[in-house]
């Protein structure tokens, strides 16, 4: 089976810890990225195909390269929601005569903990009926109003059940209806099926998606298809109308950590926050820092509270669906897009300061790994290791540092440091000048072909 990870989104939704450019398949809330785990968790089936947008193509590396295991990927060259993305994966796997494969479609950024139970569902439905798709539904545990629901006609867990209708998100009170029924089910968006059977649907059906993707030659031409490609979900364009939609009811143990409250739930205070709480005449509080600090309440209940550099999240809970709606209503783009970390292919690095004539980073380089050479028009960098080993080289001249030495690099002068130990190199650099964006940045050499 290939399972195929969908890893697009706009990180709006656990905001201001996710944003534009680092979703939350990108974010470490559980000491990996998201995405990494869901990596590691399909690693023994075969290699997985990851579908992405370009734009996020640079975080998606840094997780690739930290992999002992290979992994396809596809990077669109634009968002047009999931149907053109697993039309897209068809294709691939029609090019590579794998359409007679089970395919297995999960979105990146959810959370199962008893991948035991998965494995289990999957070989079951490897055994089916191969004209059909299959989807894994979640038995609720609590009337929930962020998640879809499939209606089965007669639920039997383990095995293939009749779909009678899907139901969108749906209000308080009729998810308490749906939770009270034995027959309804939470839509996880995990797709099962062969491609084959999908791509004849799609020629079937004359689906302009297809009539599309499939013109694309050796993925040569992406850019130029995407710019014709109707935009729509994989639940309308094909669940709702494909003749042969079988649920699997799963006990897999799920999230799909939509929203605060529902990371509220998955992730216990304990360990997501351990830093000092003082707590005065207040409960049921969330808290979560990005730095290290403490947290004081006095006479609060039932918060939740988010706290990065540039921004503070102070939300009722129960109310945090509505966090899309406050990024779209944030004017300061910086607040929405970026984040104070950036994750880079060979690493990643974190702003610990920013002022008018100076900034300080702290970056972090993987073993084995090494920066571009480059030269910076607008600042001068002073770098200090505070961990590992170095190889930096100063306009072709290269030097060995180490724990507590520094370099001091003028603007203009070409440069590049590289990992040459076992463990991650970490240094703080020191930029004063006159600009830092990060397009101040001229390359001569790239092992990620960023010239």
């Not at 709006?12 to 590691?40: D, G, M, V």
């Amino acid at each position: 089976m290939i399972p195929v990870i969908l890893s697009g989104g706009s990180g709006q939704r656990l905001w201001p810890i996710s944003r534009k450019a680092t979703p939350k398949q990108f974010c470490q809330f559980l000491n990996e990225p998201l995405l990494e785990l869901t990596l590691k968790r399909l690693e023994n089936f075969d290699a997985p195909l990851l579908i992405s947008n370009i734009n996020l193509k640079i975080p998606t590396e840094n997780i690739l390269n930290q992999l002992n295991f290979p992994v396809d990927v596809l990077y669109e060259p634009m968002a047009k929601n999931t149907a053109p993305a697993i039309a897209l994966a068809a294709k691939y796997l029609l090019e590579k005569k794998h359409d007679d494969h089970w395919v297995c479609v999960f979105p990146a950024d959810h959370i199962i903990e008893n991948t035991a139970e998965l494995v289990k569902n999957l070989n079951y439905i490897s055994t089916q009926k191969e004209d059909a798709i299959y989807l894994l539904g979640i038995q609720p545990t609590e009337a929930k109003t962020g998640y879809g629901y499939i209606e089965v006609d007669t639920l039997q867990f383990d095995k293939a059940c009749d779909v009678r209708r899907f139901h969108e998100k749906p209000d308080q009170s009729t998810a308490l209806t749906y939770l009270k029924k034995d027959n309804f089910l939470w839509n996880s968006g995990i797709f099962i099926f062969k491609p084959k059977t999908l791509i004849h649907y799609f020629e079937e059906t004359h689906s302009k998606i297809w009539q599309h993707i499939k013109n694309i030659d050796h993925f040569h031409n992406i850019t130029e298809v995407y710019n014709k490609i109707p935009s729509n979900s994989f639940d309308y364009e094909v669940l709702e109308n494909f003749h042969n939609i079988k649920c699997v009811p799963s006990r897999l143990k799920w999230s799909d950590v939509g929203t605060w409250d529902e990371f509220a739930k998955v992730i216990p205070q304990h360990e997501s926050y351990k830093n000092e709480l003082i707590s005065i005449n207040s409960k049921n509080n969330y808290f979560l820092a990005s730095d290290k600090k403490a947290i004081a309440t006095i006479g609060v209940k039932d918060l939740l509270v988010i706290d990065n550099p540039d921004s503070l999240l102070i939300c009722k809970k129960g109310n945090s669906e509505a966090v899309k709606s406050v990024v779209q209503n944030i004017k300061n783009e910086a607040v929405t897009t970026l984040n104070n970390f950036e994750l880079k292919p060979w690493g990643y690095f974190k702003v610990l300061l920013e002022e008018d004539f100076h900034k300080v980073k702290k970056i972090c380089v993987y073993p084995n790994q090494q920066l571009s050479y480059q030269s910076h028009q607008n600042r001068n960098e002073c770098w200090v290791i505070t961990k590992g080993s170095a190889e930096v080289t100063l306009e072709n001249e290269k030097m060995k540092l180490s724990k507590g030495q520094s370099i001091y690099i003028n603007k203009n002068q070409k440069h590049r440091i590289a990992n040459i130990g076992d463990e991650h190199l970490v240094f703080i650099e020191v930029q004063t000048g006159s600009y830092f964006g990060e397009d101040d940045i001229t390359r001569f050499e790239d092992d990620y072909g960023r010239i």
